[in-house]
């Protein structure tokens, strides 16, 4: 029998159907992905399989079974028994869904006491065994640590062992792997890829087509709560009939070149804003000038049980107007330090950090102040980064009237940053909350870009957008810094993204630079082991 059965699958919000008739079946040992954008109905569709579609949410299908058991109108107490135990379920934002109050260990663990008669040692021991398997560095250590305590990649890695705690035959993957570096990336598509040829089914979730080629046997793409094309992932990707597919698959920014617009034309433009009209000479067209952003042997380190973590060791950088310097490495590597440094958020232990060739790490932060709307910034977490109690307008009028404070120029208006990102002004009425993965991280950019910054920090800034909402930020960062001459530092752990980006990359391994240089030449000719590996880890999409 197929693990998962469903066919006609609706759900609905009040008046609003959001998914129209789904069907959809897996068969053990078979990964099926689901793809679209944002607002495309993937993921309430998959939160419905477990009877988690949410508050007020309406769900009706003319079959929904799993392992043979219908389960359209299942009671809570027979959905508790099916998740876990037969579906296991690894959600995108780990933040939100990891207990910050609670070790790692004990949300890894929970599972196995709640289903399982097994005692304590053999349980704690099986919770450093999936921790392992995820690849997390030092499991005895991180199953002590609250989610708060570690990086995005690795709170990730630890939902994942939670999902895979009681070996479920069917598991559910919403974006599993968005938070991760492509060398955890690359060992966590081995072990689902590993569990599915054991017999286990996969229900993919994602926006990334790269690792769904990898992964997938058949591929369902979603519009507007529809299936509008599916298929062996080979034809869908490699001969797609509609055009939607063939949109999704043009703004895939790997082996794209650098300047070339990603976003088609079924995807109304991204306006930018109009001053200064010139453009302005970004990348190698840019004349020679002084940095407007300097690492000098910076050092930065943190206490932690144990000793002291070097967290940025001897870093030296340059950013000059125009250009982009992406910076990759792995989770732990030090780059979020770095662009914490960059910001003023943090002091460096030793060396200096200079804005537009005056001190900025050593200065006091009332001579900061004025100062800080020079440097925009934008964050992997765009949820965690908002007040949620505040309405989306309320945000970016702040960060409007904040930069022009001082300045003598009047601020940008709420519509006008909301349109420079694709959002339409209903939405400033509306809290983060209550916004799409995608909604919230374009709100984010545009509350970035609200003080017209000279300097942008991006720290994952596309991580959480599906394809071609990612391929219009990108274009329209791309189009601003060529306006404005903006220069960016670019944090990503999507080497597509980077290579896309960049003038200029530098390669971040415990706390150092291990690797740097222009963008092409590290990538076609890495030097360092550790780039090498990088490079190849990196999923390409291949039909």
Known sequence: MPLLDIAGLRVAFGDHEVVHGVSLRIDAGECVAIVGESGSGKSVTARALLGMAGAGARTRSDRLQVLGRELGDASERIWRDVRGRRVGLILQDALVSLDPLRPIGREIDDPLRIHERMPPAARRARVLELLARVGMPDPEFAAGRRSGELSGGLRQRA?????????????????????????VQARILSLLGEIR?????????????????????????????EVIEEGAADDVLGSPREPYTRALIAAVPTDRPRGTALAVARSAPV???????????????????????????????????????????????????????????????????????????TDPDSGVVLLDGEAWSSRPERERRPMRRRIGAIYQDALSSFDPRWSVGRILADAASVGARGTGRPAPRVEDLLDQVGLVASVAGRRPLNLSGGQRQRVAIARALAAEPDVLICDEPVSALDVTIQAQILDLLDRLQRRRGLAML????????????????????????????????????????????????????TP
Do not use: N
């Open 159 to 183: 939902l994942i062992a939670s999902a895979l705690a009681l070996d479920p035959p069917l598991v559910i993957a919403d974006e599993p792997t968005t938070a991760l570096d492509v060398s």
């Open 490 to 541: 670019f944090i990503s752990h999507d080497l597509g993204v980077v290579r896309h980006m960049s003038d200029h990359v530098a390669v971040m391994r415990s706390g150092r630079i291990v690797e740097s240089g222009g963008t092409e030449a590290v990538f076609a000719e890495p030097r360092h082991p550790y780039t090498a590996q990088l490079v190849a880890d990196a999923p390409r999409l």
């Open 271 to 345: 306006a930018i804003p109009e001053s200064p009209p010139a453009v302005v000479p970004t990348g190698s067209d840019a004349p020679e000038r002084p940095p407007l952003l300097r690492f000098d042997r910076v050092a930065k380190g943190f206490s932690v049980p144990g000793g002291r973590l070097l967290a940025v060791d001897d870093v030296s950088l340059e950013l000059r107007p125009g250009e982009t310097l992406g910076l990759v490495g792995e989770s732990g590597s030090g780059k979020t330090t770095v662009a914490r440094l960059a910001l003023g958020l």
């Open 197 to 225: 040829k054991a017999g286990t089914g996969i229900l993919l979730i994602s926006h990334d087509l790269a690792v769904v080629s990898r992964l997938a046997d058949r591929i369902l793409v979603m519009r507007r709560g």
